[in-house]
């Protein structure tokens, strides 16, 4: 069983930063594979991108590649998400992800889910 705690969230203006951290229970964090995901409201929970367990190998969707970029501390049970040029249509909550089954060019499926934490870009 591993639990996940985000943190990160807040209010930001269109063209700024945000790094979310998701906080991972357990001591088998290093074997599991992570990701994000986002739900705008009204809208469907969509893939942001994932970062392998063993190498380190990230995936993201086209919406957001080039601008947020993930990473790992295996040593602090740590994934951070790293939002960068942000604008209003990335406003949603934002949810970690460990686990699960991936197929690649964004087909994840994870097995543990984070309650998630809310991103609001301003224009």
């Known amino acids: 069983q591993v639990q996940l705690v985000e943190s990160g969230g807040g209010l930001v203006q269109a063209g700024g930063s945000l790094r979310l951290s998701c906080a991972a229970s357990?001591?088998?964090?290093?074997?599991?594979?992570m990701g994000w995901f986002r739900q705008a409201p009204g809208k469907e929970r969509e893939f942001v991108g994932t970062i392998s367990s063993r190498w380190s190998d990230t995936d993201y969707a086209d919406s957001v590649k080039g601008r947020f970029t993930i990473s790992r501390d295996n040593a602090k049970n740590t994934v951070y998400l790293q939002m960068n040029s942000l604008k209003p249509e990335d406003t949603a909550v934002y949810s970690c992800?460990?686990?699960?089954?991936?197929?690649?060019?964004?087909?994840?499926?994870?097995?543990?889910w984070g309650q998630g934490t809310q991103v609001t870009v301003s224009s």
């Open positions: 992800a460990a686990g699960g089954r991936y197929s690649g060019s964004g087909s994840y499926y994870p097995q543990y």
């Open positions: 357990g001591r088998s964090f290093s074997t599991y594979r």
